[in-house]
């Protein structure tokens, strides 16, 4: 496959437990490995991916239950680990990392494991620190129930109102828009990545844990409560930076955010 005259490659790992996990990559460098959050797959994080390939072999992947990756029952954080350590082990026995949301979250959790991770990239890790009100208890439950009960939709709404804190009215003039099915259609996952975060506060101890180079990023666009996450996530990671970058509501430009990711990482 060709993109932005880039050619990527498409293939297939197994992980520990057998599922299949899809993935893509392009570049020519040091192996880094995207981790999406709620709502990516490997398309979503494909334009970062083009703006890094530069430097970097960067692998694209399709989290369990998204894009062409499997789905094996029942969930567990672990099994997500074990899938990026199946790409790490393809990738050539180390790799960077670089993940967003939730999925910086389980980035961090797989260099907490002491797994062959070179450096490590976190983009806004939605922990719930100081005075910011937590998720919903039991909102993995309740979002796995309104899938199985075919509300898809209804699953969508309510991550965006009580984990992302989309106001209810703004959400209820989303349904029915260009980007709502596609939502729906990565509405099981929703499970998975409420699961990543947890419903606790920052996991310090396992977080210090961390020995790898670490830099924690935010954007300037962004509420308080997801740049105090990161601020407290660099605070927790030994010898971790913190970089503000300058973008929209948890997100940063592909094209802003990649030269920073190069010079942190590679110097």
Known sequence: MTSNGIIWTTDE??????????????????????????????????????????????????????????????????????????????????????????????????????????????????????????????????????????????AVALFLTEAVRVPAEAVAGMRGGPEWSWMEGLAHTLAYDTTVTGEAGLPAARLATVAVPTVVVDSTGSPDRLRDAAAATAGAIPHATHLSLPGGFHEVPPEVLAPALRDALLG
């Open 13 to 154: 790992v197994r992980s520990a437990d057998g599922t299949t996990i899809a993935y893509e990559t392009a570049g020519d460098g040091p192996p880094i490995i995207l981790v999406g959050g709620a709502f990516n797959d490997r398309s979503t994080t494909r334009p970062l991916a083009t703006e890094l390939a530069a430097d970097f072999s960067v692998y694209g992947y399709d989290r369990r239950g998204r894009g062409g990756s499997g789905d094996t029952a029942p969930y567990a954080v672990q099994r997500e680990i074990e899938d990026v350590a199946a790409l790490i082990d393809r990738a050539g026995g180390a790799a960077y990392l670089y993940g967003l949301s939730s999925g910086a979250i389980l980035a961090a959790y797989v260099a907490a494991e002491g797994l062959p991770v070179t450096g490590l990239a976190l983009f806004e890790p939605p922990f719930q620190v100081g005075p910011h009100d937590g998720a919903e208890p039991g909102l993995a439950k309740r979002l796995a129930e309104l899938v199985s009960a075919g509300r898809r939709g209804d």
